[in-house]
């Protein structure tokens, strides 16, 4: 496995990271030790999850969010030596409950999130706490402040956000800057062949702050996962990807086929075209199972010839470059 720094910050973290959403939920709670426990073997050592993981992310719905932490919790518990092996990464913003204050970025709820977060996870602090949204109705003052209190308590190390845009990010550095903090350590963003927008704005944003980019949804919420060979072998695929499938079918056989040439899988592909873009530190891979993280761990020793990627470009154009150039002069 490559290490390499969580963007400016002296801090290093496998390149491909473990996504733990469908811990609780797709995943129970022994099937979820086991993959844990075959990613440190295999060198991850950067571990992402967050606070509404584990079930339908509304606490309006049959709860279960809260639980992916909860499992990761029990697995640190019943081995104290793993919390030092791992980068420990989680997230707030999403309701939890159903009051006016159980959600978003307020001083007060982002106390309470953390120490609710540290519960479950059953450690005494967050590697990287993460702003799971950008929240434009709460100052930046407030935001930092709150965050600040959490560093000096020794409960937070690094800070990082989530979906955020490119004026977001260059909003919050400067505020940080302002305080002289260190301010974001990355931001996790939606990218993958079939979603670039983040290459516009977002991507030179985080080059021009120092911030790391961690890429969620690398396999496009499974599109990019050889849906159609799946198809053909009788597999069948959730409404979402069903009309995923319609909407980019020959760009998806222009892929399966591409990947069939090369001799890669779909999957592996996918991570390994994010893998080879310099603004990446860490793509996060959430299997459901031992074999889909044996066969994304695959993926960081896929080389991709620049004959390659340049088709990969031409199956899955991005949005033309970055801002304004893509659209102007």
């Known amino acids: ?73 029990t697995w640190l518990a019943a081995d104290k030596s793993r919390r030092d092996k791992i980068v420990l990464a989680t997230k707030v913003y999403q309701p939890m409950e159903t009051g006016p204050n159980d959600k978003y970025l307020s001083a007060y709820r982002i106390r309470r999130a953390c120490e609710a977060s540290l519960k479950r996870l059953q450690t005494d602090h967050i590697d990287l706490y993460q702003m799971h949204h950008v929240d434009r109705a709460t100052p930046w003052e407030e935001i930092w402040q709150a965050f600040e209190q959490l560093i000096r308590e020794g409960k937070v190390t690094y800070l990082g956000s989530s979906n955020f845009a490119g004026w977001d990010i260059a909003t919050a550095q400067m505020t940080a800057n302002h305080r002289n903090l260190l301010g974001l350590a990355s931001e996790q963003s939606l990218y993958n062949l079939t979603a670039r927008t983040v290459e516009l704005e977002v991507i030179p944003a985080l080059r021009h702050f120092g911030i790391g980019l961690i890429p969620w949804s690398p396999i496009g919420s499974g599109s990019l996962g050889g849906v159609l060979r799946k198809a053909a072998e009788g597999r ?40 080879h873009n310099p603004a990446v530190t860490s ?38 470059g970055e801002a304004p150039v893509a659209y102007a002069w």
């Open 283 to 320: 793509v996060i891979n959430a299997p459901r199972t031992i074999e889909q993280l044996h066969q994304n761990l695959q993926a960081p020793a896929v080389k991709l010839s620049d004959d390659v990627l340049a088709r990969l470009d031409k199956i899955w154009p991005g949005p033309g």
């Open 236 to 275: 069948r695929a959730s409404e979402n990807v069903q009309a995923q499938i319609d909407k980019l079918r020959s760009q998806l056989e222009a892929y399966e086929a591409l990947c069939d040439e090369i001799g890669e899988t779909p999957p592996t592909v996918a991570l390994a075209w994010l893998l």
């Open 1 to 73: 496995m490559d290490y390499t720094h969580l963007g400016r910050t002296g801090l290093r973290v496998s390149r491909l990271g473990l996504g733990t959403m469908n811990f609780g939920e797709l995943t129970d709670e022994t099937a979820s030790h086991a993959i844990l426990d075959e990613a440190l073997n295999a060198g991850i050592n950067f571990v992402d999850t967050a606070d509404v993981y584990g079930g339908p992310q509304s606490p309006t719905m049959t709860k279960g969010y809260g639980t992916s932490e909860e499992i990761i919790g």
